[in-house]
């Protein structure tokens, strides 16, 4: 198994400029969220998903948009870069509620 | 959401010292966690802990979740134990799912 697998591992964007980061994972969980670590942070939740075709937002989901069409995908899409949106991201998987999270290596995105 | 306060937010030990680490949340939680960031800034999964003691190695964690606080120790300490140690913790009902992190504790160990 890969685990959780982020793509890509870094991004520099201009402002205004839109991009996806992608998540997947091959464990078959069906809990996928994604954070953002920021520094002397720990990390907030931006969008969480308990299962294909369900997505709730979470402590900081302005400016971002997500989907998941699949149990094993969940991208995250900035319509419009920032640079208050300069952070490391994080997406994380658990079977269900009340489970381990895992972590893939994180996408370090810098927007100018 | 759920407060997680974790202490001490910075810590500086030498080589072969123990070390204990605390995190303190606001709210009763469905588990905790304990992770550890490395240089390289991967998050690595210690302890998967709701309640009760369990050990791995040198390290060991303690959670009373009716008293609301964990315990993360560190014996013999090694160059390598050196990176952020977060707690954090998933909330029940509405908030299942969803991890509450505190700050994290940014340990140095020296030879």
């Known amino acids: 198994n890969a685990g959780v697998t982020q793509t890509p591992k870094f991004q520099v964007l201009k402002t205004g400029q839109s991009m996806t980061l992608q998540c997947a994972q091959d464990m078959n969980h069906e809990y996928m969220s994604w954070y953002r670590q920021d520094p002397g942070m720990g990390l907030r939740l931006i969008h969480y998903s308990v299962g294909a075709g369900i997505t709730d937002q979470g402590e900081v989901p302005n400016g971002y948009n997500v989907s998941r069409s699949t149990t094993e995908d969940f991208p995250l899409r900035l319509l419009s870069a920032a640079p208050s949106q300069t952070s490391v991201y994080f997406c994380?998987?658990?079977?269900?509620?009340?489970?381990?999270?895992?972590f893939g290596d994180g996408t370090r995105l810098s927007i100018l | 959401g759920i407060q997680v306060e974790q202490s001490p937010p910075d810590l500086i030990l030498q080589e072969g010292a123990n070390s204990t680490l605390r995190c303190n949340f606001s709210?009763?939680?469905?588990?905790l966690q304990w992770f550890h960031q490395n240089p390289w800034g991967q998050l690595i999964n210690l302890f998967y802990i709701p309640s009760g003691t369990k050990q791995n190695g040198r390290l060991s964690a303690t959670t009373v979740a009716t008293e609301r606080y964990s315990l993360l120790y560190i014996s013999s300490s090694q160059t390598t134990d050196s990176g952020v140690y977060f707690c954090?913790?998933?909330?029940?009902?509405?908030?299942?799912?969803?991890?509450?992190f505190g700050r994290g504790t940014q340990l140095t160990v020296w030879p």
């Open positions: 709210d009763s939680v469905n588990n």
């Open positions: 994380a998987s658990s079977l269900q509620g009340a489970e381990p999270q895992h």
């Open positions: 954090a913790v998933e909330g029940r009902g509405s908030t299942l799912g969803r991890l509450y």
